[in-house]
């Protein structure tokens, strides 16, 4: 209903395409930052892939190389 994947979907679609690294982005007002920590927490315990998730942040500087 919000016109976007899954984060679900995105990992496995970067599994899929061997992405090695994977940073999600959620926009929902209503969540806190200790929502977020607790969601990045239960996709990162529950990951059956050898990809690197994390949550990306504002201000996160990502070296390419």
């Known amino acids: 209903g919000w016109g ?37 927490k239960e996709i990162k315990e529950n990951n059956k892939t050898d990809i690197k998730i994390d949550l990306a942040e504002e201000g996160m500087i990502i070296d390419l190389f």
Do not use: N
Not at 9 to 36: C, G, Q, R, W
């Open 4 to 40: 976007h994947s899954s984060m679900e979907d995105a990992i496995y679609f970067s599994s899929i395409s061997e992405v090695k690294t994977l940073l999600l982005a959620h926009h929902d007002p209503s969540h806190t930052d200790e929502i977020l920590d607790t969601l990045i």
